[in-house]
């Protein structure tokens, strides 16, 4: 496990901060073939056999909004703990701010059920962990996590999850889910005129941005779901 957790938790979050050719490699070459590169030239390094095929490798790359482009990197399939599904890489075209993300493979400590824990690296080198899901073998998906991350690159007001805020309060607010009908809670006690704020359904696990405007919450998706295949 040591040498692919080097190569998912250190060496492509240095590069992605730190290398303009291996971000231009992902956009131009593809995500595939650059990642299956760079991998096995990380195990030559090392003269240790690859266990990888170039299929074990994959992703693409879509543009957000006018700002945001983000290159989604499948990894090889995980299987240890903190392996990776899979990676993030947002930038924001504007400013040439970048940012590192992980879904990464977890277990339940109290009862060993299968987990999945949002993750990130930060340019300094530091691992942050934003949430985790019970997801019974079955990954979350790509548009899920492109959303979710999305939340936190731009520094919307966070993802409100329901199971938060089941006490009735003042300041409760109630978004019924338009996929599934079901109710999603969330605080608005901190949110004002012409915010944004991302909630989650926590039975369908889709994630609406929101915009506060005179009063109401509406619903503004960034992204469609036919402009985040690959």
């Not at 240095?14 to 956009?27: A, E, G, K, P, V």
């Not at 299929?55 to 006018?66: A, M, N, S, T, Y």
Request: proline content about 3%.
């Amino acid at each position: 496990m040591n040498i692919l957790y080097e190569f998912e938790h250190r060496l492509l979050p240095t590069w992605s901060y730190r290398s303009d050719q291996f971000y231009n490699d992902l956009i131009n070459i593809g995500e595939k073939k650059t990642l299956y590169t760079a991998a096995k030239n990380v195990y030559d390094s090392q003269k240790m056999e690859f266990p990888f095929t170039e299929e074990d490798f994959g992703g693409f790359h879509v543009r957000l909004d006018v700002d945001t482009v983000v290159a989604l990197l499948r990894l090889p399939q995980p299987q240890e703990t903190p392996l990776c599904y899979c990676a993030f890489i947002y930038m924001d075209v504007n400013t040439n701010r970048i940012a590192y993300y992980t879904l990464e493979k977890g277990t339940d400590p109290v009862d060993g059920r299968d987990m999945q824990f949002l993750c990130g690296w930060d340019s300094e080198g530091n691992h942050k962990q934003y949430h985790n899901f019970h997801t019974d073998n079955f990954r979350l998906g790509d548009l899920f996590l492109i959303r979710y991350f999305y939340a936190v690159f731009r520094d919307l007001k966070g993802i409100k999850l329901p199971d938060e805020f089941k006490e009735e309060k003042e300041n409760t607010r109630v978004l019924k889910c338009p996929a599934c009908q079901k109710e999603i809670i969330f605080d608005g006690s901190d949110i004002n005129e012409g915010d944004r704020v991302l909630v989650l359904c926590d039975y369908c696990l889709r994630i609406y941005q929101l915009k506060y405007e005179n009063g109401e919450f509406l619903i503004e998706n960034k992204i469609q779901e036919d402009k985040a295949q690959g």
